[in-house]
């Protein structure tokens, strides 16, 4: 028997507000345990939550981002389940009227464009965190991340293989980053995935029982998490067996699922109206001004890149994966306006490097003007395009303009024809066999002379001048 997976996705999203949900403590990471907490967050008896304006607005934008439906009244939930890092018994959601419905997003897989419908897309807060203790069985909690503001954006089971569901959380990520409303950081946690996963025979319409995946923090983790679940769940239908509906976790170590605990349902956790909070009304005023304050968004950059600046569509791809390497993208255009070349060397050396030293490109060693000029040197022909290589490895260490480097260590490109010509003569009056094996019929050695002649100028002198007067002096 054939089947097919069924996937569907939740994706949290952590917003990039610089206060909580319902309170005024810092959103900040990476502060001591415990320390931007308050009774509000921590549940105390008789505090009220006030709700956080910009939240909302962030959740606006990702529904205008995404083609959602968005609700003129919605409502927060208390949703009931005890855990250490929940510190008041529930936690404030959504659940029956969402902030937003009905979206979807365009993916590419395999060179094949899909949609992937959005089902909802809710505000909630976060939980505390748990930090277990690898040498003895007890566990600390930290509550510095109770009370953050979420999104989560529930997708329809529209994702049929782990390569789609990766390309899939790939372009959330991106659109929420384009967005300004998340920093997508799945090590750090604020933009994380649940995978809900069932088979069923090919061609049937049925759902099959799903399992649902946790602990997925990375885009390779949540394909590999989800390859092994659905030959798995095939397995076990193999055997005769039954799929349960539960909760597994990823063991990134083993590359396998393990089962955590049976998945909940909707009623399981006694949703009701927050008594302390009143309806989130939206009037199309405020949607408006969400509206007019979203930016140009990935795909539609795609497009712009392709159309505009005429790159192909991979590379259209690549530099608009990211904001930020967009930005810097048509920033060296500004200063050096030929995409090709400035496309090059970004996705070529500059990638190359960021990668190498584990950084992103907001942290980039070289600016966007100074990459532009490194390209204005090579395309004036003041340096080689292999003297530029070096030159470029230099501005990375030293943060020296490319013309400073150049200027210092004497390596511009020897265009005087006069001078190459004398270098040349003494290549040639050097190797007399290889004169005459060349004037002979073994044109192959033009590389040979090439190579001495930059070799002589320690790879100063210009290629196109050089290759033109050995030809001219070699009788050819």
């Known amino acids: 028997m054939e089947f097919e997976p069924v996937i569907g996705l939740e994706v949290h999203a952590q917003l990039k507000t610089q206060t909580k949900i319902f309170c005024a403590c810092s959103?900040?990471?990476?502060?001591?345990?415990?320390t931007h907490t308050c009774p509000v967050c921590?549940?105390?008896?008789?505090?009220?939550?006030?709700?956080?304006?910009?939240?909302?607005?962030?959740?606006?934008?990702?529904?205008?981002?995404?083609?959602?439906?968005?609700?003129?009244?919605?409502?927060?939930?208390?949703?009931?389940?005890?855990?250490?890092?929940?510190?008041?018994g529930y936690q404030i959601s959504q659940y029956d009227l969402p902030v937003a419905e009905h979206g979807e997003i365009e993916i590419e897989v395999s060179g094949t464009r899909q949609r992937v419908r959005i089902r909802?897309?809710?505000?909630?807060?976060?939980?505390?965190?748990?930090?277990?203790?690898?040498?003895?069985?007890?566990?600390?909690?930290?509550?510095?991340?109770?009370?953050?503001?979420?999104?989560?954006?529930?997708?329809?089971?529209d994702i049929g293989?782990?390569?789609?569901?990766?390309?899939?959380?790939?372009?959330?990520?991106?659109?929420?980053?384009?967005?300004?409303?998340?920093?997508?950081?799945?090590?750090?946690?604020?933009?994380?995935?649940?995978?809900?996963?069932?088979i069923r025979p090919r061609g049937a319409t049925a759902l099959g029982t799903r399992a649902e995946l946790k602990n997925l923090n990375s885009f390779r983790f949540v394909e590999k998490a989800i390859d092994y679940e659905i030959s798995r769940q095939k397995e076990v239908l193999l055997e005769g067996g039954t799929v349960s509906q539960e909760t597994r976790l990823w063991d990134a170590d083993r590359n396998q699922t393990f089962s955590m605990r049976d998945k909940e349902e909707a009623h399981d956790y006694r949703y009701f109206p927050d008594p302390d909070l009143l309806p989130l009304v939206i009037d199309e005023g405020w949607i408006e001004t969400v509206r007019r304050s979203l930016p140009e968004l990935p795909e539609a950059r795609?497009?712009?890149?392709?159309?505009?600046?005429?790159?192909?569509?991979?590379?259209?791809?690549?530099?608009?994966?990211?904001?930020?390497?967009?930005?810097?993208?048509e920033a060296c255009l500004q200063m050096f306006?030929?995409?090709?070349?400035?496309?090059?060397?970004?996705?070529?050396?500059?990638?190359?490097?960021?990668?190498?030293?584990?950084?992103?490109?907001?942290?980039?060693?070289?600016?966007?003007?100074?990459?532009?000029?490194?390209?204005?040197?090579?395309?004036?022909?003041?340096?080689?395009?292999?003297?530029?290589?070096?030159?470029?490895?230099?501005?990375?260490?030293?943060?020296?303009?490319?013309?400073?480097?150049?200027?210092?260590?004497?390596?511009?490109q020897i265009s005087d024809t006069g001078a190459i010509?004398?270098?040349?003569?003494?290549?040639?009056?050097?190797?007399?066999?290889?004169?005459?094996?060349?004037?002979?019929?073994?044109?192959?050695?033009?590389?040979?002379f090439v190579g001495e002649v930059m070799k002589a100028t320690r790879g100063q002198a210009n290629p196109k001048t050089v290759n033109e007067l050995l030809r001219k002096m070699l009788g050819n």
Request: charged letters at 20%; proline letters at 6%; glycine letters at 10%.
């Open 161 to 198: 293989s782990a390569e789609a569901a990766g390309a899939y959380l790939r372009q959330l990520r991106a659109i929420v980053r384009y967005l300004g409303i998340c920093d997508g950081n799945l090590e750090e946690g604020s933009f994380r995935c649940d995978a809900n996963v069932s």
């Open 27 to 34: 959103t900040a990471f990476g502060a001591p345990p415990n």
């Open 337 to 412: 306006p030929q995409p090709k070349p400035v496309s090059n060397w970004i996705m070529g050396s500059l990638l190359g490097l960021l990668n190498a030293q584990g950084v992103s490109i907001g942290q980039a060693p070289i600016p966007a003007a100074a990459l532009a000029g490194l390209l204005q040197l090579v395309e004036t022909g003041a340096i080689s395009a292999k003297t530029a290589k070096t030159v470029f490895d230099e501005m990375a260490a030293s943060g020296k303009s490319a013309q400073a480097i150049v200027a210092e260590k004497g390596l511009a």
């Open 120 to 157: 909802r897309i809710h505000m909630e807060e976060d939980a505390g965190k748990l930090n277990h203790d690898p040498h003895r069985p007890a566990s600390m909690v930290d509550l510095n991340r109770a009370g953050v503001p979420l999104i989560e954006i529930v997708s329809e089971p």
């Open 42 to 88: 921590l549940g105390m008896p008789g505090v009220l939550p006030v709700l956080n304006r910009t939240a909302v607005d962030y959740a606006l934008r990702m529904a205008l981002a995404t083609g959602c439906t968005i609700a003129r009244e919605s409502r927060f939930a208390r949703k009931n389940y005890f855990y250490p890092d929940l510190p008041k």
């Open 302 to 329: 795609k497009a712009r890149f392709v159309e505009q600046h005429g790159l192909p569509v991979y590379d259209a791809g690549i530099l608009t994966s990211d904001r930020e390497l967009a930005d810097y993208f």
């Open 421 to 448: 010509e004398t270098v040349i003569q003494n290549v040639l009056e050097g190797n007399p066999r290889e004169v005459e094996s060349y004037r002979g019929g073994k044109t192959k050695l033009m590389g040979f």
